[in-house]
């Protein structure tokens, strides 16, 4: 499989894991070539994917979406640390089911723990990079980021 299918193929999962762990209606564009170096990210996950399959997962989007998310979710409002843990088992929630997916074509991905990320800029690194804007119906977008090693 060439590297731009592999992206293509875990892009396409983790919006079907994203479809199974968020329970809210969204949109999304066809996914892009990401081609910034950097990105600044007010709260999100970032997670790498290791196995047959390695890069990274970056879930991000303002504060309130993911408060709007764990109201959807749990019933309650998020905020502080709550809100940052329930940000990076979101992340954790997504990337599981990813990998759950993944393992039904034959291949073996596995995930590290979650790094939760506040009020920063994250670098990328890898060159096969795939981004896309979700749009949840009611409230808020989020950015999806899948970004794969290339096998040498």
Do not use: C, W
């Amino acid at each position: 499989m060439s590297p731009t299918e592999s992206l293509t193929q875990v892009f396409n999962r983790t919006i079907d894991s994203v479809k199974s762990v968020i329970p809210i209606d969204f949109t999304f564009e066809q996914p892009s070539l990401h081609t910034e170096n950097l990105t600044n990210v007010a709260l999100g996950v970032l997670i790498v994917l290791t196995g047959d399959i390695r890069g990274q997962l970056i879930i991000q989007g303002e504060r309130t979406v993911f408060q709007h998310i764990g109201t959807k979710m749990f019933g309650m409002e998020l905020d502080g640390e709550m809100l940052q843990s329930f940000t990076g088992e979101l992340g954790n929630m997504i990337a599981g089911t990813l990998s759950s997916n993944i393992a039904q074509s034959g291949l073996n991905m596995d995930i590290t723990p979650p790094n939760v990320l506040i009020e920063q800029q994250t670098e990328f690194h890898l060159h096969h990079r795939l981004h896309s804007p979700l749009y949840l119906k009611d409230n808020g977008e989020m950015q999806i980021i899948v970004e794969l090693e290339t096998a040498s």
